[in-house]
């Protein structure tokens, strides 16, 4: 036979030692045992049950937090301010060993419970005063009470080196004092949490917290009337600890009101799929209580986008959790909410149950979304592209070909000057007639590419420039205030100046009108004429080309063209 191995044997006992529930036991046979000291001590028996009835509802609390990750800290807390208080009790005890341990353990319990509230629930500090007035709890309670026990007279003081009526008392008066402090920058940052608390929050959290604060009120005027009497006031004492059982009584009632939020899954499966104005984010924020609540859904790339089809982030701030909701096997979507969700893992498992196939199908519909912006995107950079080449060519023809003709038209004209002869002059200035007549047409062809008059003075004056280069009449209407930017400047002018292109070619019409407006982010240029009307949208039209460029623009062309009545060409463009 092989001998056991000693580290496996061990094991089980350490289990056994960490296991949570044997809290319970523990605290009632020491409980009993400290309220059997009470007694032989003749203490008052209202003392005895409060401080019985205050660690075995520390005690209670802690088994109540089991199971929840989030109150691992609290679970262990809870059950420390427990024994902590039957420790303090100590001093019942006629042995001096025992009594000193009480002495020195004294007011540790309150200094726990402070720890347990300044860092409710996952033990991560939500001030930068936290650390301090933990420090400053500890200090009072726990060095403030080993300082005094080293010149405590009385002779149960196992620790006292130098004993001294005196120092004793004025050490107890400077704990008094700092624990008043203390306890007033407690119950500041408790009120502060209070009103800060949204949702799952302040289900979960609000009422230990605001049984704290209560039990806090009612200790610090318990300390108030000491340091006014300079003496003990052992009923106030007394009622200030039974008031200190509303903090573990607000634990276990936060989390029953957190499991009392959960809705069956055939009320969460009709309030998803309901057909209402409400976003899926909102259902799902009425569902968890929780209005913080966002959704981003997982595309096929592994990219998150929001329900417009927006490129998210995942926060990775900790005051924000990420809940990943999965079909088939596969992630869809995931849930960013306040972490204080964590403590209903029951409501958020019934929710994501439930919303994983109607998420799927939202997915789709944001991946298409997506998909169409990225296209839409994709347009207007090419859009951008053509514009920023039409200002190229504009600019080398203006500042190219077109001053080269003007040198050569002076340089024509200055030696049609200086020649005698009839025949060379005329044959210069036709010439000269030429090169003047190209320089217009080329521009005319630069001003259609991209009109200089646009780009310098605005769209008002460049269009008041259309419509005195018109050979119809031509009136212009409304008026458009500073700049546009230069995408929707550049639209705007195509619209009207294909717009009257088309009116003079093919609609036979004695008169025109282009409205600008400007209001509500929006520009809306419109184009009327009195014409044969029947114009249309064609396939490789100067109008189709137009409502591309538009289209890339998230802008809206409509044409109004009955036969006879004329043609109403309309355009709507978003210029915030």
Request: proline share 5%; net charge negative; aromatic share 2%.
């Amino acid at each position: 036979m092989t001998s056991a191995d000693p580290a496996a044997a061990t094991q089980p006992m350490r289990d056994v030692l960490r296991d949570p529930v044997l809290v319970a036991p523990l605290v009632v046979a020491a409980g009993l045992g400290v309220g059997a000291l009470g007694i032989h001590a003749h203490i008052s028996e209202t003392r005895i049950a409060t401080d019985m009835g205050l660690a075995w509802a520390l005690a209670a609390a802690a088994l109540v937090t089991l199971g929840r990750p989030r109150r691992r800290r609290a679970t262990w807390l809870l059950a420390a301010a427990a024994f902590a208080l039957l420790g303090a009790d100590l001093e019942w005890a006629d042995t001096h060993a025992w009594w000193t341990l009480g002495l020195v353990f004294e007011q540790l319990w309150i200094a726990v419970l402070a720890v347990l509230l300044l860092a409710l629930p996952e033990g991560r500090r939500s001030s930068p005063v936290t650390p301090w007035a933990i420090a400053g709890a500890f200090a009072v309670t726990l060095a403030g009470q080993v300082a005094g026990a080293l010149v405590e007279p009385d002779v149960r003081d196992l620790l006292s080196v130098a004993p001294h009526a005196g120092a004793a008392h004025a050490i107890d008066r400077a704990q008094e004092f700092a624990g008043a402090a203390v306890a007033l920058v407690v119950l500041v940052l408790l009120l502060q949490r209070l009103r800060e608390l949204r949702g799952a929050a302040r289900r979960s959290q609000g009422p230990p917290l605001a049984g704290a604060a209560v039990a806090l009120t009612v200790g610090g005027v318990w300390l108030g009337l000491v340091i006014a009497s300079d003496g003990s006031r052992p009923r106030v004492e007394t009622i200030a600890r039974a008031i200190v059982v509303l903090l573990p009584i607000g634990v276990v009632v936060g989390i029953l009101w957190s499991r009392l939020r959960q809705p069956e899954a055939s009320e969460l499966v009709v309030e998803l799929q309901a057909q209402n104005p409400a976003t899926m984010g909102e259902r799902l924020a009425g569902a968890l209580g929780d209005p913080t609540l966002e959704i981003a859904y997982r595309l096929a790339d592994g990219q998150y986008v929001d329900a417009s089809g927006r490129a998210v982030e995942l926060p990775r701030d900790p005051g924000r959790a990420v809940t990943a909701i999965t079909a088939g096997g596969k992630e869809v979507a995931v849930l960013v909410h306040d972490p204080a969700l964590l403590d209903e893992p029951a409501l958020v498992e019934s929710v994501r149950a439930t919303a994983a196939l109607v998420l799927e199908i939202e997915r789709l519909a944001a991946e298409v979304r997506s998909q169409l912006a990225e296209v839409r995107a994709s347009r207007e950079r090419i859009v951008s592209a053509a514009d920023a080449e039409r200002r190229r060519i504009e600019r080398n023809l203006h500042d190219g070909a077109q001053q080269r003709l003007v040198t050569l038209s002076v340089a024509l004209g200055l030696e049609a000057s200086r020649v005698d002869s009839a025949a060379t002059t005329d044959v210069l200035s036709r010439a000269q007639n030429e090169v003047e007549q190209a320089i217009t047409e080329l521009r005319d062809l630069a001003r259609g590419i991209h009109p200089t008059l646009l780009r310098d003075e605005g769209l008002q004056i460049a269009v008041e420039a259309l419509a005195r280069r018109a050979s119809i009449p031509v009136t212009v209407n409304g008026a458009v205030h500073g700049r546009l930017p230069d995408s929707i400047e550049l639209a705007a002018y195509f619209v009207v100046s294909e717009a009257l292109t088309n009116v003079t070619k093919h609609a036979s019409p004695t008169e025109a009108s282009v409205t600008l407006v400007r209001e509500s982010g929006v520009l809306r240029v419109t184009v009327t004429d009195d014409g044969v009307g029947g114009a249309r949208i064609a396939n490789g039209s100067g109008l189709a080309g137009l409502r591309d460029r538009l289209d890339a623009l998230d802008a809206t062309l409509v044409i109004d063209s009955r036969p006879t009545q004329g043609t109403t060409v309309r355009a709507e463009l978003p210029c915030e």
